[in-house]
């Protein structure tokens, strides 16, 4: 079992910055991407951002390439989401996915990720 805390979420102007960290314990021993992913209520979870455990490649959906940033520390078990000249429709519940058995296509199919984090607000006001 993997256990996922999120932390960094807030309210933010249009144009601000913030930092959602992604922390994983347990049984860590099998990591293939972890993601960051983004819903708002009453609308389809949407991919946001992927990394390979391995070799550090990212993958970000189209709407935040250039804004945003993820990154990870292996020492740490831990994932990042930097995210800049962040807008209204970035505002949503992000919540961060681990993939341990590699069917999530490089960590963008959320029926793929087999632990979820609890989730973390971002609200960025216009």
């Known amino acids: 079992q993997v256990q996922l805390v999120e932390s960094g979420g807030g309210l933010v102007q249009a144009g601000g910055s913030l930092r959602l960290s992604c922390a994983a314990s347990?049984?860590?021993?099998?990591?293939?991407?972890m993601s960051w992913f983004r819903q708002v209520p009453g609308m389809e979870r949407e991919f946001v951002s992927s990394?390979?455990?391995?070799?550090?490649?990212?993958y970000y959906t189209d709407s935040v390439k250039g804004r945003f940033a993820i990154s990870r520390d292996n020492t740490k078990n831990t994932a990042y989401l930097q995210m800049a000249s962040l807008k209204p429709e970035d505002t949503a519940t992000y919540y961060c996915?681990?993939?341990?058995?590699?069917?999530?296509?490089?960590?963008?199919?959320?029926?793929?990720?087999?632990?979820w984090g609890q989730g973390t607000q971002v609200t960025v006001s216009s």
């Open positions: 996915a681990l993939d341990t058995m590699g069917y999530s296509d490089y960590g963008t199919d959320g029926d793929g990720m087999d632990y």
């Open positions: 347990g049984d860590t021993s099998s990591m293939y991407h």
């Open positions: 990394i390979s455990w391995s070799d550090g490649t990212t």
